[in-house]
């Protein structure tokens, strides 16, 4: 699943919960120019007649969505990856605001990346294990009395940040000495293989930490600016240790 050449970030609507809020999702998207919409194991299937109600002029971005069953299938190709929440998160992640997101997308976007941007389920929002694969947040100023977003809502914020931020990116680039970024299924390849690893020396003890370390370590990993170099490396630099173990 990969775009070809894109101009934009993809917007990943995670777990969406109502036809509605996807269609009107669609129409902020449509507002501010981004079209490449993936959507998440949507809660009352798909293709859903109310997101296609509600879309009203913009059916073309529901008709290009690309849906997937989790999400490491939906940010597979992606080599940045933002997560927003107008919650605070116990998670060592860089924080951005939306003015601030979409400028550094814009410019990672010039520079050939492919960028997507996470937004959580109407009821409770992205939980910890959909952030610990993102590699920065993005937090919402909004009032901390009443912090609850629409989904849509969230969606026009962010597509009008890129729409505003994305003009002024104009002819950055970046060296990247013959090679390119890992994408996010290189890196969730890579974080498995330290786990798997790590889970067979019994690194995750207590059992009762297992998930938190699990999940630190998932962090870790994101919060790395990584290459497909610098992956190959670490992959093949673990299975050196663990080939010098079995001989010792």
Not at 180 to 192: G, M
Request: proline share 6%; hydrophobic share 45%; aromatic share 6%.
């Amino acid at each position: 699943m990969t775009v070809e050449n894109p101009t934009a970030p993809s917007f990943v609507l995670v777990r969406p919960q109502m036809g509605e809020n996807i269609g009107a999702a669609a129409r902020a998207m449509l507002n501010f120019g981004l079209d490449h919409m993936r959507i998440v194991a949507p809660r009352d299937g798909w293709p859903n007649p109310a997101a296609v109600a509600m879309a009203s002029g913009a059916g073309r971005v529901l008709d290009a969505a690309v849906i997937s069953p989790d999400l490491p299938h939906a940010v597979a190709d992606a080599s940045f990856v933002f997560a927003t929440t107008a919650r605070d998160r116990d998670m060592t992640k860089p924080v951005y605001t939306p003015e601030a997101a979409m400028a550094l997308a814009a410019q990672k976007i010039a520079a050939g990346e492919r960028v997507s941007v996470l937004f959580g389920p109407e009821r409770a929002g992205l939980e910890n294990d959909d952030i610990s694969r993102a590699n920065a947040i993005v937090s919402v100023p909004v009032n901390p009395e009443f912090a609850s977003l629409n989904l849509a809502q969230c969606v026009l914020l962010m597509g009008y940040e890129w729409m505003r931020q994305s003009t002024t990116q104009q002819g950055i680039t970046h060296e990247m000495a013959g090679t390119d970024w890992a994408q996010n299924s290189e890196i969730e390849h890579l974080a498995k293989h330290y786990e798997e690893r790590m889970e067979e020396a019994g690194f995750f003890f207590p059992e009762h930490k297992a998930t938190s370390m699990k999940t630190n370590l998932r962090n870790m990993w994101s919060r790395l600016p990584l290459t497909r170099a610098d992956v190959q490396m670490l992959h093949g630099t673990l299975r050196q240790m663990v080939r010098w173990k079995e001989r010792g």
